[in-house]
């Protein structure tokens, strides 16, 4: 079974509930999720919190939407999307925090505070465009250089990537200033 299929296969299992295909989810994408949130996490939330606590957070919320919410073709859109509702995760609790310790906490009728911003989760049709941005840059830059732009966009650091690579962590801040000029030349170029 190719990579897509096996993909396209634990999506369908994922959105009828099939408690192997959360397990297998879980699994493959985990590590994905952690690097996000150790990335984010300051060190006073860790003295509250455990990464964990925001892991299992982020696959409640994934897997506890309605089945049609979200859709992913590729694994890049779902490692993209699990990698955002971690920050936003690990973001809402430092608001809160924050919130907390200046006594300027409102309560919703849930009894969660909030600070008045609005979720920056992407929506579906925002994922797919930007998994058609990101299939293009990358066809842009050599092939040696995709797993390294991934592996960037996953969230590891560039010493995790040069230990993984054999790369150097300054060839790796070049690859990602390539990737990086290939996008603003994109965006600058006017829509046909």
Same mark, same amino acid.
């Given at each position: /079974? ?9 999506? +369908? ?22 690097? +996000? ?5 300051? $060190? ?15 696959? +409640? ?17 779902? $490692? ?14 430092? $608001? ?21 911003? +609005? ?9 797919? /465009?930007?998994?058609? #941005? ?24 560039? #010493? ?33």
């Amino acid at each position: /079974m190719n990579e897509r299929t096996d993909f396209l296969t634990l999506m +369908t299992g994922l959105r009828a509930g099939e408690a192997c295909a959360v397990v297998e989810a879980c699994r493959r994408y985990e590590d994905g999720v952690l690097v +996000t949130i150790r990335r984010h996490l300051t $060190r006073r939330l860790r003295s509250r919190f455990d990464s964990r606590d925001f892991l299992q957070e982020v696959w +409640t919320t994934f897997l506890t939407a309605p089945a049609g919410r979200y859709v992913f073709t590729t694994p890049a859109e779902l $490692r993209a999307f699990l990698a955002r509702l971690a920050h936003d995760k690990v973001i809402d609790a430092a $608001r809160h925090q924050a919130a907390v310790r200046f006594g300027g906490t409102r309560e919703t009728a849930g009894g969660d505070a909030i600070d008045g911003l +609005t979720s920056s989760a992407p929506r579906a049709d925002e994922l797919a /465009m930007a998994g058609e #941005e990101w299939e293009r840059w990358l066809g842009r830059i050599s092939p040696a250089h995709r797993g390294v732009a991934a592996r960037v966009r996953d969230g590891y650091t560039h #010493e995790e990537i040069a230990a993984m690579t054999g790369f150097s962590p300054r060839s790796i801040k070049r690859i990602v200033d390539r990737l990086e000029e290939v996008a603003a030349h994109d965006l600058s170029e006017p829509d046909d």
